[in-house]
């Protein structure tokens, strides 16, 4: 066997040995992220549990809120015609 036989088996045997490290490694880190994503899972199912009763108060302060929008664009559209009053008595 020659210097360059020995040579290739052990330059493929390196390049084999590394992709092999980088495969497992690689498998590592997916099962480590499987498991933390199913942990996120779990927490995000309890947050909703949780968060199911404040469905109807949310949709009543929404309700409200509209009432309030109303009452500002009246308050808005009040204080622009005394605006205007106001500007024509200035001018005069």
Known sequence: MSIHSILTIVW???VVLVLAVAV???GIALRR??????GVADDLEK????????????????G??????????????GLGKILEVIGALVRK
């Open 24 to 26: 497992i490694g690689t």
């Open 33 to 38: 992220a499987r498991l933390h994503l199913e």
């Open 47 to 62: 947050v909703a549990e949780q968060a199911k009763p404040l469905e109807s108060k949310l949709a009543s302060i929404f």
């Open 12 to 14: 493929v045997a390196a």
């Open 64 to 77: 409200e809120l509209q009432g309030v929008v109303g009452s500002l664009i009246r308050v808005d559209a």
